[in-house]
């Protein structure tokens, strides 16, 4: 089983950047990839990135590439996303969440947290 609690959500002014922390409970963290998806509202849930359990793979959906940044802290048991340059467009529920091997599709993901709200005005 593995817990995990995302945080850093907020209000920031497009333009503004945040950074999102997801803190995972149990042994293996480090054996696992992570993803960060999104979902706002009256859409579905889309991956924004992932990272396999040693760093050295990662993914970002066309849409934020080259403004977020996927990484891990296995020590810490800790995946942060760093968000630069946001857009109005992505507003919406950030979720984290884990997978044995490294994928892409939400389905692939055992485990998720519960969620941090980012909103980005205009």
Not at 20 to 49: D, H, N, V
Not at 58 to 83: C, E, H, P, W
């Amino acid at each position: 089983q593995v817990q995990l609690v995302e945080s850093g959500g907020g209000l920031v002014q497009a333009g503004g950047s945040l950074r999102l922390s997801c803190a995972a409970s149990g042994r293996t963290f480090s054996t696992y990839t992570m993803g960060w998806f999104r979902q706002a509202p009256g859409k579905e849930r889309e991956i924004a990135a992932a990272i396999s359990w040693s760093g050295g793979r990662t993914y970002y959906a066309d849409s934020v590439k080259g403004r977020f940044t996927i990484s891990r802290d296995n020590a810490k048991n800790t995946v942060y996303l760093q968000m630069n340059s946001l857009k109005p467009e992505d507003t919406a529920v950030y979720y984290c969440a884990v997978a044995s091997v490294f994928a892409v599709g939400p389905h692939r993901y055992d485990y998720w947290g519960q969620g941090t709200q980012v909103t980005v005005s205009s």
